[in-house]
T-cell receptor, first 118, second 116 residues
């Protein structure tokens, strides 16, 4: 079974600074996907960034980037130039790639509550 | 741009009552999912569907039922509500071709359910 661990329950950062959220996972699969989702107080789940395990290049989306270390099973999220609107819960999630079968069973970590301070 | 729409957004149920959470998507996605999120936790998959007429259990299916009669709709039925089903429920959808790279999973805004 796959597990996802986020070891930082809460973090804070000053506006305009950089913060890194940690995520580790455990799996015996070779083909899988990793995601970071943002959940603001409204509770809506918003995809921040995704990474395919077969890609060595780290994914980047504007101010958001990941450090994907497949051998170490680590998938950290870096937020640059933090903004007040980045305040939210951040969830790391894992999904294995299945051939001809189910897709969409995201395995979530418990989340990291990020507060951006003015 | 409706996306994934869930109703109701809030509901209080008494123990033993039944109800249905409605979910509809207008993106012609073949895959649909129901997740629940307990306080302080990530989401867990309840049921999913890969297309109309096809459903399957996820990680935490006990106490729930689903149906998928159309591509757009994927209602979640709670039978004999219990306090342990107090949670926030998320419907989601995606377009995926089995065996190929998955596409983004889009979530609804969530339905808060309290069982007392």
């Amino acid at each position: 079974a796959q597990t996802v661990t986020q070891s930082q329950p809460e973090m804070s950062v000053q506006e305009a600074e950089t913060v890194t959220l940690s995520c580790t996972y455990d799996t015996s699969e070779n083909n899988y996907y990793l995601f970071w989702y943002k959940q603001p107080p409204s509770r809506q789940m918003i995809l921040v960034i995704r990474q395919e395990a077969y890609k060595q290049q780290n994914a980047t989306e504007n101010r958001f980037s990941v450090n994907f270390q497949k051998a170490a099973k680590s998938f950290s999220l870096k937020i640059s130039d933090s903004q007040l609107g980045d305040t939210a819960m951040y969830f790391c999630a894992f999904m294995k790639h299945e051939y001809g079968g189910s897709q969409g069973n995201l395995i979530f970590g418990k989340g990291t509550k990020l507060s951006v301070k003015p | 741009n409706a996306g994934v729409t869930q109703t109701p957004k809030f509901r209080i149920l008494k123990i033993g009552q039944s109800m249905t959470l409605q979910c509809t998507q207008d993106m012609n996605h073949n895959y649909m999912y129901w997740y629940r999120q307990d306080p302080g936790m990530g989401l867990k998959l309840i049921y999913y569907s890969v297309g109309a007429g096809i459903t399957d259990k996820g990680e935490v299916p006990n106490g729930y039922n689903v149906s998928r009669s159309t591509t757009e709709d994927f209602p979640l039925r709670l039978e004999l509500a219990a306090p342990s089903q107090t949670s926030v429920y998320f419907c989601a959808s995606s377009y995926s071709i089995p065996g190929e790279q998955i596409n983004t999973i889009y979530f609804g805004e969530g339905s808060w359910l309290t069982v007392v």
